[in-house]
């Protein structure tokens, strides 16, 4: 998960994933290291974040997150 130190998303990103078990998180500091932050809008598209990969997946930001586990499709995407 790209992040920053202060972001309210990124914890509550954190805190879904927690919930459904998941119990490492490789978090990606983009304030620290600003080359990343420039990485991940190459590889992404997007300039906020969180932004969040599973299995290497890019998943997208919280909102997304969120909508897949409404939808019923994170637990799916975290068991492979």
């Known amino acids: 998960m790209y992040t920053t ?11 879904l994933l927690q919930r459904k078990g998941v119990t490492e998180i490789e978090k990606i500091r983009v304030d620290l290291q600003p080359e990343l932050r420039l990485h ?14 599973i299995n290497e997946q890019h998943v997208g930001g919280f909102d997304d997150l969120a909508a897949l586990e409404q939808a019923g ?8």
């Open 5 to 15: 130190e202060v972001c309210p998303y990124c914890i509550r990103a954190e805190q």
């Open 73 to 80: 499709s994170l637990t799916a995407l975290l068991a492979n």
């Open 40 to 53: 991940m809008v190459e590889i992404t598209g997007r300039r906020t974040v969180p932004q969040i990969f």
